[in-house]
């Protein structure tokens, strides 16, 4: 390969110059917006068929580490299977009756919600944030919260572009909501209000919990209306870790996301949530 | 010269991708291996001291790192690489002799 000769100080002054100017006109709003949304509508097939065969390829791997644990964890699924059994007999008349009451009032998702379906196509570099295939175009607006079919909340739209959009994990450190503490076997006699904070890498803290109120391993948080960023009702993730500092009135609290990103493939946007 | 640039762009292009997409599911201790980083520095550390290749790759890979990184500012990774680009090439003419091979 044959290197380039030395440039003249004229025209390094020039390259200086060009970059300067180019640096601008990339940070010009409407350039900006419309130079990412064509960089990433050209990179959809590839990102998805990347996303895609990453995720399997991680799942295999995943699979051959834990070869160990597999049939330890097969032996309890199994035990566990034969416990739900039972408990599904006793829960059938429950069921039952919570069907009718759903249908009377109407608590389906798709009821509660305008929702636009989306593909996760990527992850941004060095930040909790991931590309989806919607944007503008299909009616995705900013601060729309994305949830998986499962009701559980990924994050909310942070910006919109054409034919993509960017959505902000909850792990991501400028996100601040409310949510309800519940307790694991799902009593629902007492409900501690808390503040989650997105602590980076996809974690989560959990703060404004009084030393009073008592939280266990397990306990399950879900948003609450008090906020006024997510809709009520939606998971979060579970109590992964509780700890006490003498000095201080608070828990420190770390949460297990509910959804975990490796898997996820789909979102949903609610575009007006109640 | 355009077809240099072009192969960069094309090069530099696919790695972000894969480290976006596929690398996104590798988290090892939380870090996510980037590659555009790798590449930039293993271009400028190979090259002849008086070679440019160096720094059209630190334009180019910062340009492609600032499109996907999410950044409000483009031109943040463009600025970081040209600079560890003319630090490396400082420190390579002044100081020190990597011996290749």
Not at chain 1, 75 to 97: A, G, H, M, Q, S
Not at chain 1, 170 to 188: P, Q, T, Y
Not at chain 2, 8 to 29: C, E
């Given at each position: 390969?044959?290197?380039?000769?030395?440039p003249?100080?004229?025209?390094?002054?020039?390259?200086?110059?060009?970059?300067?100017?180019?640096?601008?006109?990339?940070?010009?709003?409407?350039?900006?917006?419309?130079?990412?949304?064509?960089?990433?509508?050209?990179?959809?097939?590839?990102?998805?068929?990347?996303?895609?065969?990453?995720?399997?390829?991680?799942?295999?791997?995943?699979?051959?580490?834990?070869?160990?644990?597999?049939?330890?964890?097969?032996?309890?699924?199994?035990?566990?299977?034969?416990?739900?059994?039972?408990?599904?007999?006793?829960?059938?008349?429950?069921?039952?009756?919570?069907?009718?009451?759903?249908?009377?009032?109407?608590?389906?998702?798709?009821?509660?919600?305008?929702?636009?379906?989306?593909?996760?196509?990527?992850?941004?570099?060095?930040?909790?944030?991931?590309?989806?295939?919607?944007?503008?175009?299909?009616?995705?607006?900013?601060?729309?919260?994305a949830?998986t079919?499962?009701?559980?909340?990924?994050?909310?739209?942070?910006?919109?572009?054409?034919?993509?959009?960017?959505?902000?994990l909850?792990?991501?450190?400028?996100?601040?909501?409310?949510?309800?503490?519940?307790?694991?076997?799902?009593?629902?006699?007492?409900?501690?209000?808390?503040?989650?904070?997105?602590?980076?890498?996809?974690?989560?803290e959990?703060?404004?919990?009084?030393?009073?109120?008592?939280?266990?391993?397990?306990?399950?948080?879900?948003?609450?209306?008090?906020?006024?960023?997510?809709?009520?009702?939606?998971?979060?993730?579970?109590?992964?870790?509780?700890?006490?500092?003498?000095?201080?009135?608070?828990?420190?609290?770390?949460?297990?996301?509910?959804?975990?990103?490796?898997?996820?493939?789909?979102?949903?946007?609610?575009t007006?949530?109640? | 010269?355009?077809?240099?640039?072009?192969?960069?762009?094309?090069?530099?292009?696919?790695?972000?991708?894969?480290?976006?997409?596929?690398?996104?599911h590798?988290?090892?201790?939380?870090?996510?291996?980037?590659?555009?980083?790798?590449?930039?520095?293993?271009?400028?550390?190979?090259?002849?001291?008086?070679?440019?290749?160096?720094?059209?790759?630190?334009?180019?890979?910062?340009?492609?790192?600032?499109?996907?990184?999410?950044?409000?500012?483009?031109?943040?990774?463009?600025?970081?690489?040209?600079?560890?680009?003319?630090?490396?090439k400082?420190?390579?003419?002044?100081?020190?002799?990597?011996?290749?091979?």
């Amino acid at each position: 390969m044959k290197a380039i000769t030395k440039p003249r100080p004229k025209i390094k002054f020039r390259l200086f110059l060009s970059i300067i100017l180019l640096l601008i006109l990339l940070n010009l709003p409407f350039v900006s917006a419309k130079i990412k949304n064509l960089f990433y509508s050209v990179s959809l097939p590839l990102q998805k068929n990347f996303w895609s065969s990453g995720s399997d390829t991680a799942v295999f791997f995943k699979t051959i580490v834990n070869y160990k644990k597999l049939a330890e964890e097969n032996r309890n699924l199994e035990l566990k299977i034969k416990e739900l059994l039972l408990l599904n007999y006793e829960v059938f008349d429950l069921r039952k009756e919570n069907k009718i009451l759903r249908k009377a009032l109407d608590l389906g998702l798709e009821t509660e919600f305008q929702l636009i379906s989306a593909e996760v196509t990527g992850r941004y570099i060095n930040s909790d944030a991931i590309f989806i295939n919607k944007g503008s175009k299909s009616g995705v607006v900013k601060g729309s919260p994305a949830v998986t079919e499962e009701k559980m909340l990924v994050g909310k739209v942070n910006e919109v572009y054409d034919n993509f959009s960017k959505v902000l994990l909850l792990s991501d450190r400028s996100m601040v909501f409310n949510v309800e503490v519940v307790k694991a076997e799902g009593s629902f006699d007492e409900i501690v209000p808390g503040i989650i904070n997105g602590a980076g890498n996809f974690q989560l803290e959990l703060k404004l919990i009084p030393k009073e109120k008592e939280i266990e391993e397990g306990d399950s948080t879900i948003t609450s209306v008090l906020g006024g960023i997510f809709p009520k009702g939606l998971y979060v993730g579970s109590v992964k870790e509780v700890k006490g500092v003498d000095i201080e009135p608070f828990w420190q609290i770390k949460i297990q996301p509910g959804v975990d990103i490796n898997n996820l493939n789909k979102v949903f946007l609610l575009t007006n949530p109640q | 010269m355009i077809i240099i640039v072009f192969v960069a762009v094309i090069l530099f292009y696919i790695l972000t991708l894969i480290q976006t997409s596929f690398l996104a599911h590798f988290p090892s201790f939380s870090v996510f291996p980037n590659l555009t980083i790798f590449a930039v520095l293993l271009i400028n550390l190979l090259e002849k001291k008086q070679g440019y290749y160096g720094l059209l790759s630190s334009l180019i890979g910062g340009f492609f790192l600032d499109i996907f990184s999410g950044s409000m500012f483009v031109g943040f990774y463009m600025i970081i690489f040209l600079f560890l680009s003319l630090f490396i090439k400082f420190i390579l003419k002044s100081n020190v002799q990597i011996a290749m091979f």
